[in-house]
């Protein structure tokens, strides 16, 4: 007995075609679920150098091996995609009812390659797929899509993944939201939208077994309880705890990074506990943390208009843009939902056409006579809301900041605050050496709890990472994780206890490593090179306002830079050497990792 | 005479779902949450509640129960089911107002709490993160 089905859904949107592939069960081990196995399954159907959003750029969705069961915060799934926005591999990770719905349909993951002539949806029924038509939905927001596809299907289990208007028309900060939370960053909307596919919805009731029942459900007691000892005051955490980032620990990037918050943003946190607004604090299933914090987004007290509040929304939508208003942000939030839009990658759009509005690089002609200063509740839910629609001001900063900037000119370059394409979130790395490190040249996504060791190391940051992979490819919720007393150790026993494999917490992060390191090597074989891992030029030359003075020092990052590259066995230039692919076993794939072999680099970065 | 059914605080209550893993887990050896004798409702994302059997006084299932295999066990007031006359034909589902009672599709037989007969506590309660659930344990007049 193994959670394991052993199986993808393959799924061909230019002929139409589905089919049931098996997964070698040296992919399961090797890469486990979730970012891991997508990134796997991503490599087998990808052409090189293929437009992102073109026909052959594959969506693959991935679930984590312990979705469906009763290990802690672990009903995930990953989707990996190469990012529209960036040009590279982006594999993101979200929990809730879909994971939970993929996991009962048998299958471990579901590959979309192609492009259908006209829209259209897929509907996993169980063991059964139907490609329907989705003429009526073309236009239709997040939660209507969902809605509408629940009404034709006639059953409330029926969960939907959905691409909404933004993506639709291809904006490259477009989302997929499939759930509270719209958690997948790089512009994965607009690859659906590419596809002309607009939902994939789910029913999935089979039953997920497991190798050890009885000893998972005592593991799982045992964590729980320890949770809940830890957990404050019993039940969940206390509003504004998990919903800053790093509240008390790092500093907040405000207006567009302009200024900084120490120590997080006391009067907005409490704002954001202030029971009046928020409804609820939920759980996605198997969670015991429960970390969604409900609220209601008029005031309206009868009002069922709710939205979740993540920190990663909240910091973008908010402070970035000078807005310390919680209304002004859920509304802006909400817009988020219905456009579809990444809301960490919007609010720093809005951020960053605010600042090019108040040095006058953006006049009230451009704006349609919109007030775009910082803080102003108009520009912020206006310039989102066209953003969603791609209108007037809108269609330049759905493109993100990289291209808008490059667009307008005039040094608006100097404050596009992008990693390769991607727009910056959470923290503000002025102050933390490693998370600067982190942000440039990192795979994954630094954790927001604010936590930065200045004494950390490179190979520190190489294990950290190579952990968070793990984790992502486990489909443990990173919310989640610091609950755990030893992740490593704790997480790799659940997998045995629900797969049946063996696994030691050193196999695990090497699991890690090896995600990690694939998805470097095809970033390189998309065109990613030594400069791209690099800060915005703000960071270097504007030190923070809080009085200590501090920016990020080129020499230092590039030392560290040098540092991580080392630690990960790569040459300087940052290249994975066949050596280290044959190391982490992974040999067998240097041919299909081979440079470019269609001509033109895929995409310009810089 | 007492009747004995679980309560959820709807206060604490998250919709995480680890009641029906649970529950599930113990009685059936896998994760089937259409098999689990405890559901979440979700009217909205935050409007929630559990069902299981709420050991009514009129018991509408043991009434519509064609084949006589639904009785009420004298010592625990739980439900007790014969499997062996249980045909599968969902009367009992139907005659339930709170949806309290399942169907295993593969056996055709009904599935319903029956507050996990010879354990300390009911699975769900042991296992609720929020100390959201309790046995709920209340007087029934005599004769009712």
């Not at chain 1, 579901?110 to 797929?129: C, E, H, K, N, Q």
């Not at chain 1, 310390?324 to 759009?349: M, N, R």
Request: overall charge neutral; hydrophobic content about 40%.
């Amino acid at each position: 007995m193994s959670s394991y089905n052993s199986k993808y859904l393959a799924v061909d949107l230019t002929s139409g075609k589905t089919e049931a592939r098996e997964i070698p069960g040296r992919w399961l081990r090797d890469y486990l679920g979730g970012v891991g196995l997508g990134t796997r399954l991503y490599l087998e159907c990808a052409r090189p150098g293929a437009d992102t959003l073109g026909p052959d750029n594959p969506v693959v969705m991935a679930r984590g091996p312990l979705s469906g069961t009763m290990a802690p915060a672990s009903a995930g799934h990953a989707v990996v995609t190469r990012s529209p926005a960036t040009g590279l591999l982006c594999g993101s990770v979200s929990f809730g009812l879909w994971s939970l719905a993929l996991a009962g349909t048998g299958y471990d993951a579901v590959v979309i390659t192609g492009a259908a002539a006209s829209p259209v949806y897929l509907f996993i029924d169980d063991g059964r797929v139907h490609l329907r038509r989705a003429d009526p939905l073309a236009g239709q927001g997040g939660p209507q899509t969902a809605a509408a596809i629940r009404r034709e299907s006639g059953d409330s289990r029926v969960q939907v993944a959905c691409t909404g208007p933004a993506g639709e028309s291809l904006a490259r900060l477009a989302t997929i939201r499939d759930g509270h939370r719209l958690m997948h960053r790089g512009g994965a909307g607009a690859v659906l939208g590419a596809k002309k596919l607009k939902a994939v919805a789910v029913r999935g009731t089979r039953p997920v077994s497991v190798a050890d029942i009885d000893a998972m459900r005592k593991a799982v007691l045992d964590l729980n309880t320890g949770w809940r000892q830890t957990a404050a005051g019993g039940g969940g955490l206390e509003p504004g705890e998990c919903l800053l980032p790093g509240s008390g620990r790092c500093h907040l990037p405000a207006r567009n990074y302009q200024q900084a918050i120490p120590g997080g943003a006391a009067s907005l946190a409490a704002e954001c506990a202030a029971k009046g607004r928020l409804i609820k604090t939920i759980a996605c299933p198997a969670c015991p943390v429960a970390c969604q914090h409900v609220y209601r987004i008029t005031d309206d007290p009868h009002s069922d208009e709710q939205v979740v509040l993540d920190n990663e929304a909240l910091a973008a939508l908010g402070p970035l843009c000078g807005m310390f208003h919680l209304p002004v942000i859920l509304k802006a939030l909400d817009l988020c939902h219905v456009y579809g839009l990444d809301p960490v990658s919007a609010g720093a759009s809005v951020a960053w056409a605010m600042e090019c509005f108040e040095r006058g690089l953006l006049t009230s002609q451009d704006t349609n006579g919109l007030d775009l200063s910082f803080g102003s509740a108009d520009g912020l839910v206006e310039t989102t809301r066209r953003i969603g629609q791609l209108s007037g001001i809108g269609a330049v900063l759905a493109e993100g900041v990289l291209r808008a900037a490059n667009g307008l000119g005039q040094g608006s370059g100097e404050w596009a605050m992008q990693v390769k394409g991607l727009e910056m979130a959470g923290c503000d790395p002025r102050t933390q050496p490693g998370l600067a490190l982190r942000l440039a040249a990192g795979l994954r996504p630094p954790t927001l709890d604010g936590r930065d060791d200045p004494s950390a190391t490179a190979a520190d940051a190489c294990r950290e990472e190579d952990l968070a992979a793990a984790g992502d490819s486990l489909a443990i919720c990173p919310n989640a994780r610091r609950y755990f007393r030893d992740f490593p150790a704790e997480a790799a026993r659940m997998y045995t206890l629900a797969t049946g494999m063996p696994l030691n917490p050193a196999e695990l992060r090497r699991a890690g490593e090896r995600t990690n390191n694939l998805i470097k090597a095809i970033d390189i074989r998309e065109g990613w090179q030594r400069p791209d891992d690099w800060l915005p030029p703000r960071l270097f030359r504007e030190p923070l306002d809080t009085g200590e003075g501090a920016v990020v020092s080129e020499k230092d990052l590039t030392a560290a830079i040098d540092g991580y590259y080392r630690g990960r066995g790569w040459s300087a230039e940052g290249l994975v050497p066949g050596e280290k692919l044959a190391a982490l076993g992974m040999d067998d794939l240097r041919e299909m990792l081979k440079g470019n072999r269609h001509g033109a680099p895929p995409h310009t970065l810089r | 005479m007492e009747r004995r059914h679980i309560l959820c605080d709807r206060n604490k209550c998250t919709g995480c779902m680890i009641c029906e893993f649970a529950c599930s887990a113990f009685k059936e050896g896998r994760f089937d949450l259409d098999l689990s004798r405890i559901r979440v409702l979700r009217a909205t994302p935050t409007m929630l509640d559990v069902v299981a059997c709420f050991s009514c006084a009129s018991r509408p299932c043991v009434k519509e129960c064609p084949r006589g295999a639904l009785r009420v066990d004298e010592a625990t007031q739980t439900l007790a089911l014969d499997k062996a006359r249980c045909a599968g034909c969902g009367w009992c589902l139907e005659g339930c107002p709170f949806g309290a009672i399942g169907m295993d599709e593969s056996t055709k037989t009904i599935v319903v709490c029956d507050l996990c007969q010879g354990q300390d506590q009911p699975q769900c309660i042991r296992f609720c993160p929020q100390q959201a659930l309790s046995l709920h344990v209340s007087a029934v007049a005599p004769g009712h």
